[in-house]
């Protein structure tokens, strides 16, 4: 029988590597972490994972029928306001706000640039959690993905993922995890994760 760690397949994604995306409207740029299927355009992938740096306020651009969830990764945050009425309030970081990709929303910069984590999923085709490791943890991770961003560290955070080699992840850096059925995972080191599980409809 194969076990669950050695079923898994394990990839660090350097955050040094991704590659910045300009906005048309020249609001801020986008880094994409992570996509499925791999070189999806934006109508044709299921679940994507990006870090803007948002420069100033504005609309956000509208993707029907996608779940969004943004983190505040660092600045003095954002307020998004949504139609009717209603105001996420970004101001500590890792705050976290999720809403519909249809849902216009207005975003209000309190002091200066920002930069969010962003993840969106296509309603019906994924779902997800997304939760806030903080120090030392030790999880059981069952899910067709998890993702392990790197959100804060002062000196690195050491990622142990069943029998697989140890990860040491620095501040933007990922460690994307494929299959973890029933997967121990530990981490050493101050700072914090964010953890997405994702899950296939």
């Given amino acids: 029988m194969t076990d669950a760690s050695s079923a ?4 660090l994604l350097r955050g040094a590597d991704l590659v910045a995306s300009p906005w048309k409207n020249g609001g801020g ?17 299921v679940w994507r994972i990006s870090v803007a740096d948002v420069a100033q306020s504005g609309p956000f651009s509208r993707f029907p029928g996608m779940d ?10 954002m307020m998004l306001d949504e139609a009717p009425g209603r105001t996420h309030a970004l101001t500590h970081a890792l705050d976290i706000a999720q809403f519909d990709g249809e849902t216009d929303i207005d975003a209000r910069l ?12 296509r309603r019906g085709a994924a779902s997800a959690d997304v939760e806030v490791w903080r120090g030392p943890t030790q999880r059981t991770l069952n899910a ?10 002062a000196n690195g955070i050491n990622v142990s993922a ?6 040491a992840l620095v501040r933007d850096d990922t460690l994307r995890i494929d299959a973890p059925r029933a ?19």
């Fill in 8 to 11: 898994c397949a394990v990839t």
């Fill in 29 to 45: 740029v986008t880094r994409e972490v992570a996509a499925f299927p791999h070189g999806a355009a934006l109508d044709t992938f």
């Fill in 68 to 77: 969004r969830t943004l983190v505040l990764l660092s600045g003095a945050g």
């Fill in 110 to 121: 309190i002091d200066g640039p920002t930069r969010d984590f962003n993840l969106m999923l």
């Fill in 144 to 153: 067709d993905i998890v993702l392990l961003f790197c959100a804060e560290s």
């Fill in 162 to 167: 069943g029998d697989h080699a140890p990860q």
């Fill in 183 to 201: 997967l121990r995972c530990t981490t050493h080191g101050d700072g914090a994760l964010l953890v997405v599980s994702i899950r296939y409809a």
